[in-house]
């Protein structure tokens, strides 16, 4: 088991930035992928950013030049560094974990309890 713990969440402005954390513990593998979604009201959950074990990483078009994911020293962080907000931002973000090399939309083995962002006009 993995258990994930997620941290950074909050209420921001327009054009602000947030940064998101998630650490995680139990039976990881050397070679791990981890990775954000969100999910916002009514919508699906989607993912947003990911990190591959060779650190790699990837982006949906909508943020990226914003948004920044990035591993601590230890690979069993990720953080998310969220630059120039916008309300179309306001989710759930979820930390999303997999003891595999790649994160797969729909595959991933485990997740975080969510932290809620929320970007105002």
């Known amino acids: 088991q993995v258990q994930l713990v997620e941290s950074g969440g909050g209420l921001v402005q327009a054009g602000g930035s947030l940064r998101l954390s998630c650490a995680a513990s139990g039976s990881i593998l050397s070679t791990n992928a981890m990775g954000w979604y969100r999910q916002a009201p009514g919508g699906q959950r989607e993912l947003v950013a990911s990190i591959n074990s060779g650190g790699s990483t990837s982006y949906v078009d909508s943020v990226k030049g914003r948004f920044t994911i990035s591993r601590g020293n230890a690979k069993n962080t990720v953080y998310l560094q969220m630059n120039s907000l916008k309300p179309e931002d306001t989710a759930v973000y979820y930390c999303?974990?997999?003891?595999?090399?790649?994160?797969?939309?729909?595959?991933?083995?485990?997740w975080g309890q969510g932290t809620q962002v929320t970007v105002s006009s």
């Open positions: 999303a974990f997999r003891n595999a090399p790649t994160i797969v939309p729909g595959l991933n083995d485990y």
